[in-house]
């Protein structure tokens, strides 16, 4: 088994090692170590859904038996990857993939076909994967003008197989198959689904064998490494997915078995946790200095916030303390966008810098401008922690720079698809260890059910402006807003 090889450098913390101490065991005391081992046990860590939570189960490459009700669930995911590996087979030729997805359906393998698109030294396959999720059609009609649709596959990825999103894109893109001249048989063979709703995949249209199935102990946002990865298999190639899911797996044995003080989600959720007390703060900026993960915060910003952006506590109580608001952009054109605020902002906003050893590109002049954005990555910093007096008698302080802003450095040694299946774990698992701090379940998601619930009734009115009747029901305001759409003036 390869070993984790990432490296986390947490000195412009400015923890002592007092403090660190307490961390530890105000972690241990919440019940860290606990609920890890539950966590990889199969027990019911997601409480109000009363189910396991084993996504780490879908990149157990050791196939040691993870069992859920007294059943080894390992054969039924031996069996996706052979699924998998059969269709990147059967796929070869085609010059387009439509991955239909919203949400953890899109989020994770739309990251991880963009980051590993410049991979030194290694040839992509000609495969052009689209990601449609916006129910805005201004994403579609772009796509639908560079596909071939006589070489162009479907993958629709829902859990239910009824997300409004999803279906609705769907029933479009098929539409214009049909349009295209695709014969009525030759759609259903080009459609796959990605559910743990097969039945509900059926009915609308995909044949079974077309149909890969997954679970609901696998949470959406956790969930690329699942079939719901099948576009990285077919753009790189099923050995490079496998080796996505190792290095995530590296990162699961490392987070399971290293002791509290040298175990890496968890220092750095206890960074986060005590900033957050410490300073109060609120947000936290994710800095990757490398641009093939420029979509590696839009990936965490769900991860993190819809796992722990909760009001209340497993016992029933109002939370004091929940996820902080994530952002950043790649370096260094984050050094041009927000660190001005960074650095000079009355709010201390602790940062997650994310560094590469190994240059990205095969450029010439590649080592040049890694050597600078290393430089630029160390510069900053350097200058968050340390900061620097005015230069002038009068104590200008539009020309301080107050220092003691915290930070977090991330090495990977190259980016390939081994390190970011760690570094995506090692965020999972820091995720996990600050909702255990924060006394909530990180596995269930209350708070986006209501805006669905709503959007129907005002869609209905929407659809039927004559029909003032379908007003009544909703409060003046919407009310208005609704009345103004279908005025058409």
């Not at 039945?199 to 102990?217: K, R």
């Not at 539009?398 to 915290?406: D, S, T, V």
Request: with cysteine.
């Amino acid at each position: 088994m390869k070993l984790n090889q990432i490296s986390i450098d947490t000195e412009y913390q400015g923890i002592s090692d007092t403090t660190w101490q307490a961390l530890f065991e105000k972690a241990i005391s919440s019940g860290v170590l606990t609920k890890r081992h539950e966590l990889f046990s199969g027990n019911e860590i997601n409480v109000s859904e009363k189910r396991p939570a084993l996504h780490t189960a879908l990149r157990n490459i050791s196939n040691s038996p993870v069992l859920v009700n007294g059943i080894n669930i390992m054969p039924q995911i031996e069996a996706i990857w052979h699924s998998i590996e059969r269709i990147d087979n059967q796929l070869r030729g085609v010059t387009d993939i439509i991955h239909i997805g919203i949400g953890g359906s899109d989020f994770g393998p739309k990251l991880v076909c963009d980051a590993l698109l410049q991979k030194p030294h290694k040839e992509n396959r000609n495969i052009r994967i689209h990601f449609l999720s916006n129910l805005d059609s201004a994403q579609l009609e772009p796509i639908l003008k560079t596909v071939e649709a006589k070489s162009t596959r479907i993958i629709i990825v829902s859990k239910a197989f009824t997300t409004l999103e999803t279906i609705q894109n769907a029933t479009t893109v098929l539409d214009w198959l049909s349009n295209q001249g695709v014969l009525a048989q030759e759609i259903k063979n080009n459609i796959f689904a990605v559910t743990a709703n097969p039945q509900q995949a059926i009915t609308f249209g995909v044949s079974p064998e077309n149909i890969l199935p997954f679970w609901d102990w696998v949470g959406g946002r956790f969930s690329v490494w699942s079939a719901v990865g099948l576009s990285i298999a077919l753009k790189f190639g099923f050995k490079v997915f496998q080796e996505f899911l190792a290095g995530a797996y590296a990162m699961d044995h490392h987070f399971k078995t290293a002791e509290p003080i040298n175990n890496q989600p968890l220092k750095l959720a206890l960074t986060t946790y005590h900033n957050q007390i410490r300073f109060g703060s609120k947000s936290q900026a994710i800095i990757p200095y490398a641009h093939r993960l420029q979509l590696f915060t839009e990936w965490l910003q769900q991860l993190e916030m819809e796992s722990n952006g909760k009001t209340a506590t497993l016992d029933n109580h109002s939370t004091t303390i929940s996820a902080p608001v994530i952002f950043g952009t790649p370096g260094t054109n984050a050094q041009h966008s927000f660190f001005q605020m960074l650095h000079q902002g009355p709010e201390i906003i602790p940062v997650d810098f994310i560094a590469i050893r190994e240059p990205m590109s095969d450029l010439p002049q590649a080592k040049i401008h890694h050597r600078m954005l290393i430089a630029n990555c160390l510069a900053q910093s350097q200058a968050l922690a340390l900061g620097k007096p005015s230069n002038n008698s009068d104590n200008n302080l539009n020309e301080k720079y107050p220092g003691m802003r915290p930070s977090n450095l991330i090495w990977l040694p190259r980016l390939d698809a081994f390190n970011l299946g760690s570094l995506m774990a090692l965020y999972e698992h820091r995720t996990f260890c600050l909702g255990v701090l924060y006394g909530l379940n990180s596995f269930d998601q209350p708070g986006v059910e209501l805006g669905k619930v709503l959007a129907k009734p005002i869609d209905e009115a929407l659809s039927n402006p004559s029909k003032l009747s379908l007003l009544n029901s909703f409060d003046d305001i919407t009310k208005k807003r609704i009345e103004w759409f279908n005025s058409k003036t």
